[in-house]
């Protein structure tokens, strides 16, 4: 496997702090304590037309995510180009950690569903790889 990317392993659901009395809910996250990276970009995407709809459908080289349901549910499939596993989103205090090398595919929204992500560097179009066998020509090689 190509030693700048991870593999399926390295990801998987994170958990924060949850604290709740008959007022609600609040869940907060701490700058090195509840992410395992540096947050540089936070970004969002809601009104998704329909359950339907397919969002992500690429991989990084170096980017670190974590993806989170703030409303409704999505699964994301993550593929390391050998293996591949779905997660299913549905609380907002749950997370999914997303490894360098990774290709994700988000799908399957609830109606008002808001995904967000907070990522470990800013926009760089060259980090991206969008067409999934040139994915597993990367990862393999």
Same mark, same amino acid.
């Given at each position: 496997m190509n030693t700048k990317t991870g593999n399926l392993t390295q990801c998987g659901i994170v958990e924060f702090p949850k604290v709740s009395d008959d007022r609600?809910?609040?869940?907060?996250? *701490?700058?090195?304590?509840?992410?395992?990276? *540096?947050?540089?970009?936070? %970004? %969002? &995407? %809601?009104?998704?037309?329909?359950?339907d709809s397919v969002r992500g459908a690429h991989g990084h080289k170096?980017? *670190?995510?974590?993806?989170?349901?703030?409303?409704? &549910?999505?699964?994301?499939?993550?593929?390391?180009g050998f293996c *591949?596993?779905?997660?299913?989103?549905?609380?907002?205090?749950?997370?999914? %950690?997303?490894?360098?090398?990774?290709?994700?595919?988000?799908?399957?929204?609830s109606s008002g569903a808001v995904c967000m992500v907070l990522a470990s560097a800013l926009y760089n179009p060259d980090d991206y790889i969008r067409d999934y066998d040139a994915f597993c020509q990367y990862v393999r090689a």
């Open positions: 609600g809910s609040l869940t907060f996250l *701490e700058a090195g304590h509840h992410i395992p990276f *540096e947050i540089k970009r936070v %970004y %969002y &995407s %809601y009104d998704i037309p329909d359950v170096k980017l *670190e995510q974590v993806i989170i349901a703030m409303s409704g &549910s999505f699964s994301v499939t993550l593929s390391d *591949e596993k779905t997660f299913h989103l549905n609380r907002a205090w749950r997370g999914l %950690y997303v490894a360098p090398g990774m290709w994700r595919l988000v799908e399957n929204f």
